[in-house]
Each structure stands twice: as structure tokens, then as C-alpha cells.
């Protein structure tokens, strides 16, 4: 489980409430692989994964017309790593989770987890650096 702290806000209250949802989607996924009485999780996961995948577009969409509007100076390369998290989310092959569902799971949290220490800690934190 992944738990919102105020280390991941960056000041912007919008973002960072969008970001907090984020952490809601990894959240859901933990419980659902926690879940023991469940033993058919696939339609779950993939409906994790459209929402994963809806919202980061939103969010991305919204990150980026904040940093411009600031005329943010690493928007380009910023803009790239949010193409390439899409990229891997569209790429997961879903005929592949349901061979193994609790593995992807696992994989699903520890992209997420990993995703959000890296950019919203590191990237993220630095668009409100560079004011």
C-alpha cells in the first residue's frame, strides 16, 4: 500500500490533488491483490488499467499546460517521460495477465510505485524548483 505523505506535494494544489488520485489507483490495485476470495481478477485489472491509462492522459495534459503557462525551461524533455509512461502502459499486453494475475498486479504496483518516487519526487518537484 501507498500512502499519500506531503514529501510528493509540489505546491500546486491542483497537481498534487491529481496526483493523490494516482496514488488511489495503486491502492485499489494493492486490495485487489490482497484479495484472496477473488479468484477471477482479470476484468479488475484490466478496468485498472483503462484508468490508469485515462487519467495519467488527463493529468499529463494538465501537468504540461501548467509548465508552459510558467514557460517552463525542461518541458520538452518533462513532456517526453510522460510519453513514454503511456507508451508502456499501451503496450501491456493484456491476454498476457490472465495467465497470471496476481503477478501483473505486482507488476502494475511496483511500475506505479516506482513511477511516482521517481517523477513526482524528482521531475514534478522540479517544476516548482525552477520558479
Request: net charge negative; glycine share 2%; hydrophobic share 40%.
Given at each position: 500500500?501507498?500512502?499519500?505523505?506531503?514529501?510528493?506535494?509540489?505546491?500546486v494544489d491542483e497537481?498534487?490533488?491529481?496526483?493523490?488520485?494516482l496514488?488511489?489507483?495503486a491502492?485499489?490495485?494493492?486490495?485487489l491483490?490482497?484479495n484472496?476470495?477473488?479468484t477471477?481478477?482479470y476484468?479488475?485489472?484490466t478496468?485498472i488499467?483503462a484508468?490508469?491509462?485515462?487519467?495519467?492522459?488527463y493529468?499529463f495534459?494538465?501537468e504540461?499546460?501548467y509548465?508552459?503557462s510558467?514557460?517552463y525551461k525542461?518541458?520538452?524533455s518533462?513532456?517526453?517521460i510522460h510519453?513514454?509512461f503511456?507508451?508502456?502502459?499501451?503496450?501491456?499486453?493484456?491476454?498476457?495477465?490472465?495467465e497470471?494475475q496476481?503477478k501483473?498486479?505486482?507488476?502494475i504496483?511496483?511500475?506505479i510505485v516506482d513511477?511516482i518516487?521517481e517523477h513526482?519526487?524528482?521531475?514534478?518537484?522540479?517544476i516548482t524548483?525552477?520558479?
Amino acid at each position: 500500500m501507498i500512502e499519500w505523505k506531503t514529501d510528493y506535494s509540489i505546491g500546486v494544489d491542483e497537481i498534487d490533488e491529481q496526483h493523490k488520485k494516482l496514488f488511489e489507483i495503486a491502492n485499489r490495485a494493492y486490495i485487489l491483490l490482497k484479495n484472496e476470495l477473488i479468484t477471477d481478477k482479470y476484468d479488475q485489472i484490466t478496468a485498472i488499467f483503462a484508468e490508469l491509462l485515462d487519467y495519467t492522459e488527463y493529468h499529463f495534459s494538465f501537468e504540461e499546460k501548467y509548465m508552459t503557462s510558467i514557460g517552463y525551461k525542461k518541458f520538452l524533455s518533462h513532456k517526453v517521460i510522460h510519453e513514454d509512461f503511456v507508451e508502456k502502459v499501451k503496450n501491456i499486453d493484456l491476454k498476457q495477465i490472465d495467465e497470471d494475475q496476481d503477478k501483473h498486479l505486482m507488476d502494475i504496483l511496483n511500475f506505479i510505485v516506482d513511477w511516482i518516487s521517481e517523477h513526482i519526487l524528482v521531475q514534478d518537484k522540479n517544476i516548482t524548483r525552477s520558479q
